[in-house]
């Protein structure tokens, strides 16, 4: 089992940065693929980033293609999501998931465990 919590949301304005952290318990992190989603009022929960448990591999949506990076620190048990040039159409729920398994993926329905999302507001 794999408990995720994520933090670091908030509320910015329009060109600003944030930072979400996703902290594991349960299990270590470095066994696992992260990734991160974002879902929005009234629509579907959406890929953002994902990296291989190596961290050797990662994923971007064409939508946060650099603007975004994910990062992780296996020692700390904890995945990192900086966020830069924030737009108000990232504002979302954003959700930290894991997976046992190597390579890192796009695909909500390939993780096991979710964490309960932060809210990301941004306005313009």
């Known amino acids: 089992q794999v408990q995720l919590v994520e933090s670091g949301g908030g509320s910015v304005q329009a060109g600003g940065s944030l930072r979400l952290s996703c902290a594991a318990s349960?299990?270590?992190?470095?066994?696992?693929?992260m990734g991160w989603f974002r879902q929005a009022p009234g629509k579907e929960r959406d890929f953002v980033a994902a990296?291989?448990?190596?961290?050797?591999?990662?994923l971007y949506a064409d939508s946060v293609k650099g603007r975004f990076t994910i990062s992780r620190d296996n020692a700390q048990n904890t995945v990192y999501l900086q966020m830069n040039s924030l737009k108000p159409e990232d504002t979302a729920v954003y959700f930290c998931?894991?997976?046992?398994?190597?390579?890192?993926?796009?695909?909500?329905?390939?993780?096991?465990?979710w964490g309960q999302g932060t809210q990301v507001t941004v306005s313009s």
């Open positions: 998931a894991a997976v046992v398994r190597y390579t890192a993926s796009r695909r909500a329905s390939d993780y096991d465990y």
């Open positions: 990296v291989s448990r190596s961290g050797g591999t990662t």
């Open positions: 349960g299990r270590t992190l470095s066994s696992c693929a």
